[in-house]
Structures are given as structure tokens and as C-alpha cells.
């Protein structure tokens, strides 16, 4: 399973992305998704999580409010979209994805390739 992720870039601080996570092989509606961010120095984190059987959502407290976790089932696609972003969300952000509920990095079945996050002051 090959999980592409894509829309990363460079954004100012209080500006917006939305980040697109693709599963080739897998349908995405049948799976656990879920966006984890690692920056520079610090333990990949879990940022915010969505269940396949009732689109439950899961936002970790410092993006809550400001990111929110969606799925295309046409598209079979996971987006993130982030909001009034903020320098400490510097990042790279990796999509995921698991049949068992993501909590924490072990929880992941399979990984996406990662995409950088920049905000600046």
C-alpha cells in the first residue's frame, strides 16, 4: 500500500494549506486515517485522526479548532485542511492509515511519504 500525500509548502502565519493523502490499493472509506506531524528535534505526533465505521474525528489540543480531518470518498482521498496556521506547525506532515482506531505511532499499519509544512512569522 502506497499512501501519497501531497499540498505542502511554505505559508505565512495565519494563512491556510490543505494537505491530500491518497491510498493506491486500499479504499480509503474501509480504513482508520490519520495525520501525524514531526518537527525538527521532536517524536512524530498525532495531529488528528478520523474512524472508517461513523467518520468519528480526533484532533490533538494544539490544532484543534484550526485543522479539521475530512475524507472524498470519490476522490478516495484524506485531506487536512489547516487553518490560521501557526509557526510552531512546522512540520512534516505524514498521512496514515490502520484498520485498528490511531491513537499513537504503533496503531499505524501504513505510512505515507512525508510533505514539509512551513510557516513563517
Known amino acids: 500500500v502506497q499512501l501519497q500525500a501531497s499540498g505542502g509548502g511554505l505559508v505565512q502565519a495565519g494563512g491556510s494549506l490543505r494537505l491530500s493523502c491518497e491510498p493506491s490499493g486500499r479504499t480509503a472509506s474501509n480504513y482508520n486515517m490519520a495525520w501525524f506531524r514531526q518537527a525538527p528535534g521532536k517524536e512524530r505526533e498525532v495531529v488528528a485522526t478520523?474512524?472508517?465505521?461513523?467518520?468519528?474525528?480526533y484532533y490533538a489540543s494544539s490544532v484543534k479548532d484550526r485543522f479539521t480531518i475530512s475524507r472524498d470518498n470519490a476522490k478516495n482521498t484524506v485531506f487536512l485542511q489547516m487553518n490560521s496556521l501557526k509557526p510552531e506547525d512546522t512540520a512534516v506532515y505524514y498521512c496514515?492509515?490502520?484498520?485498528?482506531?490511531?491513537?499513537?505511532?504503533?496503531?499505524?499499519?501504513?505510512w505515507g511519504n512525508g510533505t514539509q509544512v512551513t510557516v513563517s512569522s
Open positions: 478520523l474512524t472508517w465505521f461513523n467518520d468519528e474525528t
Open positions: 496514515a492509515l490502520s484498520r485498528s482506531i490511531i491513537l499513537r505511532q504503533s496503531d499505524v499499519m501504513n
